[in-house]
Nanobody
Framework: QVQLVESGGGLVQAGGSLRLSCAAS????????MGWYRQAPGKQRELVAA???????NYTDSVKGRFTISRDNAKNTVYLQMNSLKPEDTAVYYC?????????WGQGTQVTVSS
């Protein structure tokens, strides 16, 4: 079992920045990947960014150049730095970990970007 706890969401004006954190209950070194997803009202959950155990990353097109995912294995934590936020980034953001066998989700953190 892995518990994931997100933090760092909130209300920000367009153009602002937020940093989300996802703390895992155990070591993430061996995890195949960790990622951030988001779900806006009335929409399906979508992958925002992911980082693999080797450090490679991928982003959905709409956040490329604005968001950065990173991991601190010593702290069992994954971060999502979000810059130049837009109203369309408003959503509940979820942390996900995939061990290679099982997927785990956090409870989500709300990000609201006002215009």
């Amino acid at each position: 079992q892995v518990q994931l706890v997100e933090s760092g969401g909130g209300l920000v004006q367009a153009g602002g920045s937020l940093r989300l954190s996802c703390a895992a209950s155990r070591s993430i070194i061996s995890f195949f990947s960790m990622g951030w997803y988001r779900q806006a009202p009335g929409k399906q959950r979508e992958l925002v960014a992911a980082i693999r155990s080797g450090g490679s990353t991928n982003y959905t097109d709409s956040v490329k150049g604005r968001f950065t995912i990173s991991r601190d294995n010593a702290k069992n934590t994954v971060y999502l730095q979000m810059n130049s936020l837009k109203p369309e980034d408003t959503a509940v953001y979820y942390c996900n970990s995939f061990t290679g066998f099982q997927s785990y989700w956090g409870q989500g953190t709300q990000v609201t970007v006002s215009s």
